[in-house]
């Protein structure tokens, strides 16, 4: 069974402490992709890579930075974790090319305090 | 900019039809997406338009019309499991970047 895989499904942080979100996926992707999920705003896209070693800014990439060292792992990192980066984190894979959707993990609900 | 609206809200009647529209504006368009969320948990695919017309998956259909920027997802003998946000998200440019409208809830009722 293909899936990308979020290592954590809940989680609490206190503001100024440095976030790590992490992603895998096992179907050989190229594309990955962060978004995250708030009520009335939808997902909106954070950062996203189409290699290893590759990241572009989304369309909200402010506070965060990524990391893509190998195909299959794509993290996120919040420097310094406000409030207003609490969220539902989601992290999405595709193939290459603009046929192919989006497989998501299941989710990170985090909560900066 | 690229822009995306759906209906927020919609309420139909289990075993009725419904259809959810989507209207964008975007540059570089490459084709339509349609998720189906459920309540915590993560969206799942749907369907995808790229040329204009009729796609119909089992009791989910979707529509394309390129010219007009305009789609919508049709849902057949509706089922309370079909209770969900119901996602549109326009593909764009060269690298299949997805952008997403706020997403329509749907409510089935007995």
């Known amino acids: 069974d293909v899936k990308v895989t979020q290592s954590s499904r809940y989680l609490v942080k206190r503001t100024g402490e440095k976030v790590f979100l992490e992603c895998v996926q096992d179907m050989d992707h190229e594309n990955m992709f962060w978004y995250r999920q708030d009520p009335g705003l939808g997902l909106r896209l954070i950062y996203f890579s189409y290699d290893v070693k590759m990241k572009e800014k989304g369309d909200i990439p402010e506070g965060y930075s990524v990391s893509r060292e190998k195909k299959e792992r794509f993290s996120l990192i919040l420097e310094s974790a406000s409030t207003n980066q609490t969220s539902m984190y989601l992290c999405a894979s595709s193939f290459q090319g603009g046929n192919y959707g989006y497989t998501f993990g299941s989710g990170t609900r985090l909560t900066v305090v | 900019g690229q822009n995306i609206d759906q209906p927020t809200e919609m309420t139909a009647t289990e075993g009725a039809i419904v259809q959810i529209n989507c209207t964008y504006q975007?540059?570089?368009?490459?084709?339509l997406f349609w998720y189906q969320q459920h309540a915590g948990e993560a969206p799942t695919f749907l369907s995808y338009?790229?040329?204009?017309g009729l796609e119909e998956k089992g009791r989910f259909s979707s529509f394309l019309s390129r010219s007009k920027g305009y789609s919508y997802l049709l849902l057949k003998e509706l089922q309370m499991k079909d209770s969900a946000s119901y996602l549109c998200?326009?593909?764009?440019?060269?690298?299949?970047?997805?952008?997403f409208g706020t997403g329509t809830q749907l409510k089935v009722e007995l």
């Open positions: 338009n790229v040329l204009d």
């Open positions: 975007t540059s570089g368009f490459n084709g």
């Open positions: 998200a326009a593909s764009t440019g060269g690298g299949n970047k997805l952008t």
